[in-house]
């Protein structure tokens, strides 16, 4: 392709965000080795913790209503439960803000998400998403979590398998 005398190609660099390429090495590092001399692991519904351990990675700090402690007060509800995460990230929009099952076009790599596998309208299941691929069939999410640990493992997939309903925090 000849490019006009005097004018410039147009070229384009990715940079990387530092804080989601940590958060995701954090990821990839701990899906199945959990790092439990730090955060613990809570038997049975880690998936909260991993989430916030993720977070953690990414640069948030925790708050009075956010957090952990291995000394004392151990998990707070919103770091170890998928129903008070969500209703913290909802009182708190400077952290996160909600996307449906309909907005995944919009959905990031580092950004959370969330199952209600009943259709109780709770949440019972929080990942963290890995992987965006976008084709022409759509926008097809992989998230990792614990509990059924999990890495790269398809939203459409989890929703095929359960009949549950999905949405997602984009994480700022």
């Given at each position: 392709m000849a490019v006009a005398a005097g004018v410039s190609p147009l070229t384009f660099q990715y940079v990387p965000d530092p804080r989601i390429t940590a958060q995701i090495g954090y990821v990839r590092a701990h899906?199945?080795?959990?790092?439990s001399a730090v955060y613990g692991a809570i038997g049975g519904n880690d998936c909260v913790n991993f989430t916030s351990q993720s977070l953690i990675a990414r640069g948030w700090t925790m708050?009075?209503?956010w957090s952990y402690s291995a000394a004392g007060a151990?998990?707070?509800s919103a770091w170890s439960s998928s129903t008070a995460f969500a209703a913290y990230l909802s009182a708190h929009p400077e952290r996160a803000t909600?996307?449906?099952a309909g907005e995944s076009s919009r959905v990031k790599?580092?950004?959370?998400?969330q199952f209600d596998w009943d259709r109780s309208g709770d949440k019972?299941?929080?990942?963290?998403?890995?992987?965006?691929?976008k084709d022409a069939?759509?926008?097809h999410l992989?998230?990792?979590?614990?509990t059924e640990d999990s890495l790269d493992k398809s939203v459409e997939e989890s929703l095929a398998n359960t009949g549950g309903t999905v949405s997602y925090w984009s994480v700022a």
């Open positions: 899906w199945n080795s959990y790092n708050d009075a209503e151990g998990y707070s909600p996307l449906t790599v580092g950004d959370i998400v019972d299941h929080t990942g963290i998403v890995t992987r965006v691929v069939s759509g926008t992989y998230y990792a979590g614990h």
